[in-house]
Nanobody, 118 residues
Framework: QVQLVESGGGLVQAGGSLRLSCAAS????????MGWYRQAPGKQRELVAG???????NYAAPVKGRFTISRDTAKNTLYLQMNNLKPEDTAVYYC????????????WGQGTQVTVSS
């Protein structure tokens, strides 16, 4: 059973920073990839940033240069450092973890709200 619990969301002014955390039950080594997604009202969920088991990272174009994804394997925790936040970053942010087998197993956290005021 995999549980992912996000924290760190909140209300921040434009230009501010937040750090999201995603605590995983058990070791994160078992996950092939982990990532952060977001969903704004009326929009589809989209990938924000991802990190592979080898540590390779990728970012969506709107957040590149402002957000940094990282993980602490000793703490079984995934992070998303968000700097220079913009109102368009307002969304519910979800942690995701995937295990690639014959089919892809995908796990989600409950989400954490990020609101950026102008």
């Amino acid at each position: 059973q995999v549980q992912l619990v996000e924290s760190g969301g909140g209300l921040v002014q434009a230009g501010g920073s937040l750090r999201l955390s995603c605590a995983a039950s058990g070791s994160t080594f078992r996950f092939n990839t982990m990532g952060w997604y977001r969903q704004a009202p009326g929009k589809q969920r989209e990938l924000v940033a991802g990190i592979s088991s080898a540590g390779t990272t990728n970012y969506a174009a709107p957040v590149k240069g402002r957000f940094t994804i990282s993980r602490d394997t000793a703490k079984n925790t995934l992070y998303l450092q968000m700097n220079n936040l913009k109102p368009e970053d307002t969304a519910v942010y979800y942690c995701n973890a995937k295990i690639f087998r014959e089919t892809t197993l995908s796990y989600w956290g409950q989400g954490t709200q990020v609101t950026v005021s102008s």
